[in-house]
């Protein structure tokens, strides 16, 4: 659910984005494990990671108003 309200958020503020499912590609699954994250969504927005949809956070590494 919530990997569909960022990508739509996303969308919606015209950043572009790739998106990689866990449940279908096995090295993306790999890498957050290796992050020791272990849920989603996660974001890597140049060296942040963001995990979660975190609006705040978002906005503020993408440098969009908040609204």
Known sequence: MFCD???A???QHNIPFVER????????LE????????STPV???DDQLVVGFNRR???????????
């Open 5 to 7: 309200t960022e990508k």
């Open 9 to 11: 958020w996303l969308s």
């Open 21 to 28: 499912n866990v449940a279908t590609d096995p090295a993306a």
């Open 31 to 38: 890498e957050l494990e290796r992050l020791e994250v272990f």
């Open 43 to 45: 974001t890597l927005v």
């Open 57 to 67: 956070k978002l906005e503020e590494l993408l440098d969009i108003k908040p609204g």
